[in-house]
């Protein structure tokens, strides 16, 4: 950290500002690095993205937190202090896990966690075949992430919309808010739901949404998509975009592997200068410091 405020200080004061900001997905430094020179105000760590890059797995519970901590850590210092919102799937066992992951993100660098309510092994939100634990239990989970003595934002999720119904969801935000999160996330939520939610926590609480192609193509300005005015009168503050960065250079590294075997080369696929990456991970001040070390050992 090289400024006075903490990446998770930063995070909250999003959380309690009046506009929306969205949070691309990153996964490694190249991506880190991009997200920040774009503009980024706060990015985000996606489990399944996770699972995807590192073990070549769907989102079916086979990443652990400590795997997506020691991601974490790679990408940390890539972001300049912009903060990193994690996943934390279901704190990956009970309220004693939650606390332990709560920590070991913390140590990681990550700013803000969100926290789920699924049955381990948990699935993609999108996915059907989803189950919930009881409320006391999901409560209990977020009392622990909240209890675990760290600055890290704790974002309770509930995936309980398309299981038990909105009054389900409407308790558990209820019992979150009371365990001390800093803001809800509602898996699937649309508008309506949005809204509901929002006038029951007393627009009050801020409202984290999640918009991931894995809920189906996200396409161009007449998507369907609300704008983020009015999100914002809804109550959302933070957007995710988790796995949109991934999906795109995954069709540009098939498009470029196609090319290699088709013609022997990459020519005719659009790609970043050499240059410009080896300027975009720092080249140029390296070498300015091998300089530097170098003089001085001469004298």
Known sequence: MTGATSPAATLRTLLAGDEVVHLPGVYDAVTARLAVVSGARATCLSGAVASAVGLGLPDLGFVHGSQIAARAREVVPALADVPLLADADTGYGNALQARHTTRAYAAAGIAGLHLEDQVAPKR????????????????????????????????????????DGL????????????AGADAVFVEGAGLSELREVSAALGGEVPLVMNRSEAAGAIEGPDAGHPDDGTLAELGVRLVIHPVSALLAA??????????????????????????????????GDQLVLEAAYAEEAAR
Do not use: N, Q
Not at 167 to 178: G, L, M, Q, T, W
């Open 167 to 178: 009054d389900a969801v409407v308790a558990r935000a209820h019992a979150f808010v009371a």
């Open 124 to 163: 993609c939100g999108h996915m059907t075949g989803k189950a919930v634990v009881g409320l006391a239990e999901a409560a209990g989970r977020v009392r622990a992430a909240v209890e675990a003595g760290t600055d890290v934002v704790i974002v309770a999720r509930t995936d309980a919309l398309s299981v």
């Open 250 to 283: 995954a069709r540009a590294a098939a498009d470029t592997y196609a090319a290699i075997a088709r013609t022997g080369h990459a020519g005719a696929v659009p790609r970043m200068a050499w240059d410009d990456l080896t300027e975009l991970v720092g080249l």
